[in-house]
């Protein structure tokens, strides 16, 4: 007995399983593309997961038209004869093949994409399509609502219209462009189905990218490069997901296909379970509004009032441009080149060079010329018996030689060691402006960083006005709420505001140190994965013993050997002891060391005239030249006693520069293990405040919800978006004081590895280990 109720257990749910209703899709769409094969499997996912437990699921082959109407109305016939149970259409060409053909729809058929209000008429204010087995769920919009929009953004003269040519050719675009842009002047630029690039009349000062069907992603991403680089503002006439590609507006809402697979999924089941699409309510968004990617409008050239921050709806992208943009290691480069400081210090060495060069010229000869001429009466002249004539005149020849000064020696040793001071001095201010331009670096991207978070969260605090307006109009909320949120509006806008001025400030930062001018912008590279520097993955390696607190230890005395050795400061200190005890030992020993000269001179007679010309009778004649030659030997036994008071002097500088080397030697230590402390600090700051973002994020869409259906009041909701704003630059921030720290390190043991070649970084690399696996 027991046998026959299992048996026919099993064969009356067989029979049920085996008798499962058969349910056909059929779909009809406008271009194959991943793009479209993507959103294909999203769509069969969604239905599948309402109808697979009850029918069994079947989906027609996808049929595309090419933007063919005629093509398009052949294959929803033939999805028909096919005995579709219902049939889903994506797309304007599917859209205008519907409004022109007037088709009876036997089939249940769904309408989703895109409809042209400029030449397809859709009610405001309709509820349900009113049609049989029909239903939609459209995006409208319309070129005349984009290019007034356009026009407030940006007034240009000549707009270049981007359009599909088979758009020209089933719609009267030209003549409804003529009717809108009476003021201005455009010009078409068509699409084919060949087309890569556009060629975009020199005259044209925007672009409208109507229609762009016909481009691939890559051939599309290619032309908004072109026009960005052209600095050509433009407009997506599709939506937010351009922007994302580079165009620097549109008037479009966000499209969340989801939402809408998930919408038409949920109309078909209403068909299976026997509803009418007539009676079930379409959705259209008609909350049109211009969305600006700022980083585009700042490219081309547009800037905002601060006024117009509430007015347009601000996104942020990934948007890279192909202008050279510069790395932390190219800025460094730049710097070392370019900076006025170091310039400057530059011409004090080329000063202390020419000291050096004066000391050493005490050893070469000093040689002089002299001449003169004398009239004496011819009375006197007599009387001077040959030696003094009436007209006479002589040139001489002068020469002083050093031969050995104990001044003059150490002058010159000391010159070299103060040129060499002032070497050190200059390498250590290289290594000071190389750590403020890496500083400068870093606040200017965390400053973009807040600028976008400020920005994201303006956004925020819309959406939220927003929903409080919605639910003040359901009776959900009281205006209480609206006003708060317009304060906090407010609040966000001027936060926004500051954000901006920040990351002007900081250009300008950056620009002085580079000597660049004032009003540039540089574009700088960014990268917050750890361990992305270039060319520093063996400083990443090292900072990655970090962990261990032994290995930490060890790291951080190699790093406090590694300073002193490298250390231009106190190489500097170094020098100038040398110097100051070379000057101890002259004051010392120099007044026992003689200086020697050797003193020439050669005289001639160039002219001896007139009276008394002639010696006495007797007496030879007047020789015409003659020279002399001397030796002279000085010592100098006292001297005021300023050599002991010199000598004293130099003996007491001497113990300052040991207190001052022990000094820094000590506050090289204490430095190292700060920063050390401080990038270990950063690691735990970044996992935190990773960890607290994520928890911020969740709770916002929790309160939101919530604040929707009433549950909490609006003050928890501010707060929610508050603790989100603060743990996203808590978070942004941590991430680049890490790199910042990091700097600060390589600046105190004064070896930056970006500025080293590989091997050099290397055989850094293997000293740390050596040292730490000896100790």
Avoid: W
Avoid at 164 to 175: G, N, Q, R, S, T
Wanted: charged share 20%; proline share 3%.
């Amino acid at each position: 007995m027991k046998n026959i109720l299992l048996i026919g257990f099993i064969l009356f749910y067989s029979s049920i399983l085996l008798g499962q209703e058969r349910f056909k899709v059929g779909i009809l769409a406008e271009v194959k593309s991943l793009k479209s094969d993507s959103l294909g499997v999203k769509l069969r996912s969604e239905i599948l997961s309402l109808l697979d437990h009850k029918y069994e699921v079947e989906f027609a082959n996808v049929l595309f038209n090419t933007y063919n109407t005629d093509l398009a109305k052949s294959q929803y016939d033939s999805l028909v004869d096919q005995k579709c149970d219902v049939i889903v259409a994506f797309g304007p060409t599917n859209a205008l093949m519907f409004y022109e053909e007037y088709i009876d729809f036997t089939v249940p058929t769904i309408l989703a994409g895109f409809v042209n209000q400029d030449f397809v008429e859709i009610p405001n204010q309709a509820k349900t399509s009113g049609v049989d087995n029909f239903t939609y769920f459209v995006t409208p919009f319309s070129i005349t609502n984009d290019v007034e929009s356009f026009s407030s953004l940006y007034d240009y003269q000549k707009l270049g219209v981007v359009v599909d040519d088979y758009l020209l050719e089933a719609f009267p675009v030209k003549e409804k462009l003529d009717e809108i842009l009476t003021d201005k002047d455009y010009s078409l630029i068509t699409i084919q189905k060949d087309t890569k690039t556009l060629e975009i009349p020199t005259d044209v000062d925007a672009v409208y990218f109507n229609s762009t069907s016909q481009l691939s992603e890559e051939d599309f991403e290619n032309v908004i490069k072109e026009t960005n680089r052209l600095k050509l503002p433009s407009l997506s006439g599709y939506g937010i997901s351009d922007l994302e590609l580079g165009v620097m507006a549109t008037n479009q809402p966000n499209i969340n296909f989801d939402q809408i697979f998930r919408r038409i999924a949920l109309t078909i089941e209403a068909i299976t379970l026997g509803q009418n699409l007539a009676d079930l309510p379409v959705e259209i968004n008609y909350e049109n509004g211009l969305t600006v990617n700022l980083e585009v409008a700042e490219y081309v050239g547009i800037t905002f009032k601060n006024s117009e921050l509430v007015k347009y709806n601000f996104m942020q992208s990934n948007f890279k441009n192909d202008d050279h943009s510069y790395s932390l290691k190219s800025l460094m480069s730049m710097m070392l080149h370019q900076n006025l400081r170091l310039e400057s210090e530059r011409k004090s060495i080329d000063i202390k060079d020419q000291e050096v060069r004066l000391s050493k010229s005490n050893y070469l000869p000093e040689v002089g010329v002299n001449a003169a001429g004398n009239y004496v009466n011819a009375e006197m002249a007599e009387l001077s018996f040959g030696q003094n004539p009436e007209y006479n005149a002589i040139g001489n020849v002068q020469l002083k030689q050093t031969i050995y000064s104990a001044d003059a020696s150490a002058n010159i040793k000391i010159s070299k060691l103060t040129l060499e001071a002032q070497k050190e001095d200059f390498n250590a201010l290289e290594l000071d402006q190389v750590l403020e331009v890496g500083m400068a670096y870093y606040n200017t991207l965390i400053y973009e960083a807040n600028k976008s978070i400020q920005l994201k969260n303006l956004q925020l605090t819309k959406e939220n006005l927003k929903l409080s307006e919605e639910n003040l109009a359901l009776g959900v909320g009281g205006k209480s709420d609206v006003l708060r949120f317009q304060s906090q509006l407010a609040q966000n806008t001027q936060g926004m505001i500051e954000a901006k001025n920040t990351v002007a400030q900081s250009h300008l930062m950056l620009n002085k140190l580079l000597n660049l001018p004032m009003e540039e912008r540089l574009i700088l590279e960014d990268s917050l994965l750890l361990g992305a520097q270039n060319n520093n993955k063996e400083y990443e390696d090292l900072m990655l013993l970090l962990d261990q607190p032994k290995d930490r230890f060890l790291l951080t005395e190699f790093f406090i050997e590694e300073a002193i050795v490298n250390s231009p400061e106190l190489s500097s200190l170094q020098y100038n002891k040398e110097s100051v005890e070379r000057n101890y030992k002259l004051n010392k020993n120099g007044r026992f060391i003689p200086t020697v000269a050797l003193q020439g001179q050669y005289n001639q007679f160039l002219l001896r005239e007139g009276a008394g010309v002639n010696m006495p009778a007797g007496f030879p004649s007047v020789p015409l030249n003659n020279y002399n030659v001397g030796l002279n030997v000085s010592i100098p036994i006292f001297q005021q006693n300023t050599r002991n008071i010199k000598q004293q002097k130099s003996k007491i500088q001497m113990d300052q520069l040991a207190v001052q080397k022990n000094d820094y030697e000590q506050n090289i230590e204490k430095l190292v293990h700060e920063y050390i402390i401080a990038l270990i600090n950063e690691m735990t700051n970044i996992e935190i405040s990773k960890a607290n973002k994520v928890v911020a994020e969740e709770n916002l869409k929790i309160s939101q919800s919530e604040y929707a259906n009433g549950i909490i009041p609006v003050i928890q909701l501010i707060d929610a978006q508050n603790n989100l704003l603060e743990n996203e630059l808590a978070f942004t921030t941590a991430q680049y004081n890490y790199f910042i720290v990091s700097l600060q390190i390589q600046r105190a043991i004064g070896y930056y590895f970006l500025l080293n070649s590989e091997e050099n970084n290397q055989a850094f690399f293997t000293r740390a280990e050596q040292f730490i696996s000896n100790n």
